[in-house]
């Protein structure tokens, strides 16, 4: 494919992207965690950056068609930006494809020249992260490899999961905890390889923002990197649309620094998908609202709307968390393949030997619906030698599901479970559950439905979207989660039990009131 007449870099770079997509399949796609950057947001990419040098060197890790190179450069001359030279070093590994970076390269040097602008670039085919994850060594040898520094590094990284013996993820074991996605990696040595206020530019999944896989990833980039701007796509699908991506991404331009200033002004801009990139909602916040980087867990918090920003000021109020309280969550202990010939519908057994088994499907927001009958979903387990460890005391819980699905409203999804609704020495929670329950003791009965409607309600919801971009809820962000002074959710759970109306929507009421936040939540 020949570039068109007068035609732009970034424009014959996606015209690329595009034909070489349609001679590959899905399976190589995945394999090789590609996602090809849409023309639009290449462009507005391209504008988040601000230089001034007259000589740049640009680092593009992983960059598939150098899509985001060309709109980087574009934009800087279209700005009026004095540039003399321009040296680019790019990665990218797939052999299919770097064909096509060639052609984009070679041709983008030509059109610079039109411009009196040297280019020279570096087409490495070689893994980015093996060949630079000698940089987040901060021990050092006589015998390291240099450390290459560049103005600006702009990427769409890959996406997929490393395995914990993956010579990548042993390359990078200072940034990398459990099983976290390559895409953490390459931001991590963005960052390392940056000259003193060098910029870097990334679009990735959101899901760094928290999670404990990704903790040593924010206690390292959080330190060096001071946030300027932030844009975050609201819809799973509309970004990627093209590679059939179900994904919450979002793009974060950044400073290496010294010292990171909190009180730095960042700017916070959301659009649905592509259809609205160029209006997007803005909100400026300084860094220390977006992320304590001294808290334990160093959540990023991307309010987007005055909801939103109007849920952070109630809840940072809040002084509590479970821990503070006594109150502990664990993941549901029965894996349902592995106790599979323990699992019954009940029909034909003992029932004094049966204890009662919830699933997903059991728990409603704010209700236990149980039994349930379901195809190869049994609502009993049978109390055994062999499933005692795997069940748990007969005891107040709250039942909280770890995954929501695209039908549900809410992310969190909460219900709750007394003992005294089956006389039962024990209970089976299913592994895509979690529970709460207060060790060595009990859950009161209000606490367990005050803590119920804080999380099934509206205020809640909006708080763990602030933060979360996942339809997975992990333990360790529900043991960071900020909540009210105890007395308070007993309060709320009182109320709610006397009322005797355990709905959704009464729960929402209480909740406005005590917290005076009506009519701030966007239905």
């Excluded at 916070?268 to 209006?279: N, P």
């Excluded at 992320?291 to 959540?299: A, L, M, P, R, V």
């Excluded at 029965?334 to 699992?343: E, L, N, Q, S």
């Amino acid at each position: 494919m020949m570039p068109m007449h007068n035609e732009s870099p970034s424009r014959y770079a996606d015209r690329l992207g595009v034909h070489y997509s349609g001679t590959i399949n899905q399976d190589h796609k995945k394999s090789h965690g590609q996602f090809f950057t849409p023309n639009a947001i290449a462009a507005l990419m391209g504008q988040f950056a601000e230089c001034r040098q007259a000589q740049l060197r640009i680092l593009d890790p992983g960059c598939g068609t150098a899509i985001l190179t060309c709109s980087l450069i574009e934009s800087l001359l279209q700005r009026g930006q004095i540039i003399e030279s321009l040296s680019l070093v790019a990665y990218e590994t797939d052999k299919r494809l770097t064909p096509y970076t060639r052609m984009t390269l070679d041709y983008l040097k030509i059109w610079l020249a039109k411009y009196n602008v040297s280019f020279e670039f570096d087409l490495r085919t070689v893994d980015f992260v093996l060949d630079q994850a000698h940089c987040l060594n901060d021990e050092g040898s006589l015998f390291d490899k240099s450390i290459e520094l560049f103005d600006l590094v702009i990427s769409n990284p890959p996406y997929f999961k490393l395995s914990i013996d993956d010579k990548r993820a042993i390359a990078a074991k200072a940034i990398i905890n459990g099983h976290p996605n390559i895409y953490s990696t390459f931001m991590a040595i963005a960052a390392k390889v940056l000259k003193p206020n060098g910029q870097l530019i990334f679009i990735t999944p959101r899901s760094y923002a928290s999670g404990s896989y990704f903790k040593l990833f924010r206690e390292f980039f959080f330190r060096i990197v001071e946030i300027d701007r932030v844009h975050l796509f609201v819809s799973r699908k509309d970004t990627f649309v093209r590679d059939k991506v179900l994904q919450e991404t979002v793009i974060i331009k950044g400073r290496r620094v010294p010292t990171v200033n909190p009180n730095h002004q960042v700017v916070v801009q959301a659009s649905h998908g592509l259809r609205d990139i160029d209006s997007p909602v803005k909100k400026v916040f300084l860094q220390k609202d977006l992320i304590d980087i001294h808290s334990n867990e160093k959540i990023l918090y991307l309010p987007t709307t005055d909801a939103d920003e109007s849920v952070l000021d109630i809840v940072r109020r809040w002084n509590g968390t479970l821990s503070n309280y006594n109150i502990h969550v664990s993941t549901g202990p029965v894996v349902a393949y592995r106790a599979w010939d323990f699992i019954t519908d009940g029909s034909e057994d003992d029932r004094s030997m049966l204890a009662p088994l919830f699933w997903l499907h059991n728990v409603r927001p704010m209700a236990l619906e149980w039994p349930i009958a379901k195809p190869e979903k049994g609502q009993y387990i049978q109390i055994h030698h062999e499933t005692r460890s795997i069940l748990i005391p007969n005891k107040n819980y709250v039942l909280l599901r770890r995954f929501s699905s695209k039908d549900d409203k809410s992310r969190l999804i909460a219900a709750p479970y007394f003992s005294h609704y089956l006389h039962v020495p024990f209970i089976g929670v299913e592994n895509k559950v979690n529970y709460i329950y207060r060790k060595g003791g009990h859950l009161d009965r209000n606490e367990v439905v005050g803590l119920c409607a804080l999380l099934n309600s509206q205020l809640f919801d909006t708080y763990f979207r602030i933060f979360n971009g996942n339809v997975n809820v992990s333990a360790t962000e529900l043991r960071e989660m900020r909540l009210p002074d105890l007395a308070e959710i007993r309060m709320i759970g009182e109320r709610i039990i006397l009322s005797n109306d355990f709905s959704t929507e009464h729960a929402n009421t209480i909740i406005s009131e005590c917290f005076n936040f009506e009519n701030q939540i966007v239905q």
